[in-house]
């Protein structure tokens, strides 16, 4: 019972995407072939508000849902890294059609053949914890 928030939480947050159609794969396709705005608005906006609410738990020096301090660390100035992930994570997605986000929504949704997806995502995340310590970071 505990737990029912983020239950909520994750009910919520399908509801939103699939109604600002975020989890259209036809919206994702017209964002990769530059045919469309709604898809850069959509993460833009994301983009602006993760901004402003990483400023906001700076300023006020905000708590963790445990009560903890929240430590920002400087991230590695290294653009390889990000250049490489950015474009996997890319590839993916186009290819796939969905963004990891509303992966679980589709299911939810009925599209079954998002499961294939959902496993490659899963294969790649357990590569990626075996290969960690051998990455540069």
């Not at 909520?8 to 919206?27: C, D, H, N, Q």
């Not at 017209?30 to 990483?54: A, K, N, P, Q």
Request: proline share 3%.
């Amino acid at each position: 019972m505990k737990y029912i928030k983020f239950l909520l939480a994750g009910i919520l947050f399908g509801i939103v995407m699939t109604k600002a159609e975020i989890i259209s794969w036809f919206r994702i396709y017209e964002m990769f072939r530059f045919e469309s705005f709604h898809m850069y608005g959509v993460i833009g906006s994301t983009v602006i508000l993760g901004v402003i609410m990483i400023q906001v738990m700076k300023r006020t020096q905000m708590k963790n849902i445990s009560g903890g301090e929240i430590n920002f660390k400087p991230k590695d100035k290294s653009i390889i890294r990000y250049l490489l992930g950015g474009t996997l994570f890319g590839l993916g997605w186009s290819l796939s059609g969905a963004c990891p986000g509303p992966m679980f929504v589709l299911v939810g949704y009925g599209y079954l053949s998002i499961l294939i997806v959902i496993l490659g995502a899963l294969l790649g995340t357990f590569t990626y914890g075996v290969l960690k310590d051998k990455l540069p970071h």
